[in-house]
T-cell receptor, first 111, second 113 residues
Framework: DGGITQSPKYLFRKEGQNVTLSCEQN?????MYWYRQDPGQGLRLIYY???????QKGDIAEGYSVSREKKESFPLTVTSAQKNPTAFYLC??????????FGSGTRLTVV | AQSVTQPDIHITVSEGASLELRCNYS??????LFWYVQSPGQGLQLLLK??????LVQGIKGFEAEFKRSQSSFNLRKPSVHWSDAAEYFC???????????FGKGTRLSVIA
């Protein structure tokens, strides 16, 4: 079955480290998105990509970076510049007219 | 600027009772509207969507929502709640194409016996 796979499910980061969250989809969707979820804050957009080799900043892009070298993959790197990275991260993809399909999320914790 | 307001942070209903979750939006263009549900520690699942046409839309799990343009609302309803409906519910608004959705902050639903 088609879907979105996020890995790992849990990730621990030490102070000053960069970590990369994986997001892969086999739905043949053009657009992919990264959201951050904090308790009581809803979903906030970090980055999105509508086509391969192109991406745009969302509302809270500072301290994050992305790449989109393949249609299927949209990894998110949380850099040391992100001072408060502990959160639940959700990846989604979209085919126009169908609505988002979400992955099951990655919970990132700073230790 | 686009925005979505879910006025109720937390709602508690008895099993078998009816449910209505409120959603108001602010959007410059013709909106595409969505309701998603999230169980703890999981991703979001699409319940239903409205693009155009009939303003009463049916979704999965017995949910429905009504689009009221004059009130900028898209409220979610269910006639009889089951204990398994306990979760967090998110309303979202977007436009034609792949522009990002804007989400409300969510309403947490608790179901009591």
């Amino acid at each position: 079955d088609g879907g979105i796979t996020q890995s790992p499910k849990y990730l621990f980061r030490k102070e000053g480290q960069n970590v990369t969250l994986s997001c892969e989809q086999n739905l043949n969707h053009d657009a992919m998105y990264w959201y951050r979820q904090d308790p009581g804050q809803g979903l906030r957009l970090i980055y999105y990509s509508q086509i391969v080799n192109d991406f745009q900043k969302g509302d809270i892009a500072e301290g994050y970076s992305v790449s989109r070298e393949k249609k299927e993959s949209f990894p998110l790197t949380v850099t040391s510049a992100q001072k408060n990275p502990t959160a639940f991260y959700l990846c989604a993809s979209n085919k126009q007219g169908y609505g988002y399909t979400f992955g099951s999320g990655t919970r990132l914790t700073v230790v | 600027a686009q925005s979505v307001t879910q006025p109720d942070i937390h709602i508690t209903v008895s099993e078998g009772a009816s449910l209505e979750l409120r959603c108001n939006y602010s959007y410059g263009a013709t909106p595409y509207l969505f309701w998603y549900v999230q169980s703890p520690g999981q991703g979001l699942q699409l319940l239903l969507k409205y693009f155009s046409g009939d303003t009463l839309v049916q979704g999965i799990k017995g949910f429905e929502a009504e689009f009221k343009r004059s009130q900028s609302s898209f409220n979610l309803r269910k006639p009889s709640v089951h204990w398994s409906d306990a979760a967090e519910y998110f309303c979202a608004v977007g436009a034609r194409g792949n522009t990002p959705l804007v989400f409300g902050k969510g309403t947490r639903l608790s179901v009591i016996a």
